[in-house]
C-alpha cells in the first residue's frame, strides 16, 4: 500500500519567515495530494491540494509543487504569520477503493513573533 | 448546515467495556470514514464507508466495527476497549468518488482514553 513520509516533525521560524514542509510517496498511481492544517481541538481543515497532472499550485500565501517522477511533493508558506501555528498533514490518494487517504506523520509548524 | 458532528467529545471506559462512537454529517456526502490520530503517528484509517448499506476495512480494523444504516450517520463501536485503543477519533466525509469532490471534511473528534 501507499507510504507517505513528512518532514520535518517541528520546524519553528520567525514571523515574516517561509516554512517549507516536504513529503514523499511510494504509489505511483496515486494522483490527488492534499494539505490539512489541524489547530488545536479541531478536525483537520484542507488548505491546498494538487492533482498529479499539475506541477504547481498557489492560494495567496500556500503554494504546493508536487515532482511526479521523484514522488515528492512539498508546501510553501510565505510571510508567516502566528495564526499560522498549527499541525500540517499531508496525504496521498489514488483513484478508487473509496479515494481512500494516506497522511503522513505530520509537522507542529510554530511561528514566532 | 452543521458540517460533520461527532459524538461524544471526551469518553473514559475501562478495559474491557464497550461504546459507540456516531458521526453525523448534513451534507449529503456518500462516502464517509473513521480515522484514529495518535501522537508521530499521523491519521491512521480504520473504516470506510462508499455509501448506505456499504461498510470496507481500512488501515487498522482490528478491534473494531463499524455500521452505515442512514447516509448521514457512521457509526464506530469499540466491542471490548482496550488501552491500545486510547487516541482521538476523527470521523470525516465527502461528496463522492474522484474528481472535483475529493475534499474530505472533518469532525471535531472524539478523545478517548481507556484504562
Known amino acids: 500500500g501507499e507510504n507517505v513520509e513528512q518532514h520535518p516533525s517541528t520546524l519553528s521560524v520567525q514571523e515574516g519567515d517561509s516554512a517549507v514542509i516536504k513529503c514523499t510517496y511510494s504509489d505511483s498511481a496515486s494522483n490527488y495530494f492534499p494539505w490539512y492544517k489541524q489547530e488545536l481541538g479541531k478536525g483537520p481543515q484542507l488548505i491546498i491540494d494538487?492533482?498529479?497532472?499539475?506541477g504547481e499550485k498557489k492560494d495567496q500565501r500556500i503554494a504546493v509543487t508536487l515532482n511526479k517522477t521523484a514522488k515528492h511533493f512539498s508546501l510553501h508558506i510565505t510571510e508567516t504569520q502566528p495564526e499560522d501555528s498549527a499541525v500540517y498533514f499531508c496525504a496521498a490518494s489514488r483513484p478508487g477503493g473509496g479515494n481512500k487517504l494516506t497522511f503522513g506523520t505530520g509537522t507542529q509548524l510554530k511561528v514566532e513573533l | 448546515n452543521a458540517g460533520v458532528t461527532q459524538t461524544p467529545k471526551f469518553r473514559v471506559l475501562k478495559t474491557g467495556q464497550s461504546m459507540t462512537l456516531l458521526c453525523a454529517q448534513d451534507?449529503?456526502?456518500?462516502?464517509m470514514y473513521w480515522y484514529r490520530q495518535d501522537p508521530g503517528m499521523g491519521l491512521r484509517l480504520i473504516h470506510y464507508s462508499v455509501g448506505e448499506g456499504t461498510t470496507a476495512k481500512g488501515e487498522v480494523p482490528d478491534g473494531y466495527n463499524v455500521s452505515r444504516l442512514k447516509k448521514q450517520n457512521f457509526l464506530l463501536g469499540l466491542e471490548s476497549a482496550a488501552p491500545s485503543q486510547t487516541s482521538v477519533y476523527l470521523c470525516a466525509s465527502k461528496l463522492r468518488g474522484g474528481g472535483a469532490d475529493n475534499e474530505q471534511f472533518f469532525g471535531p473528534g472524539t478523545r478517548l482514553t481507556v484504562l
Open positions: 494538487i492533482r498529479s497532472n499539475v
Open positions: 451534507m449529503n456526502h456518500e462516502y
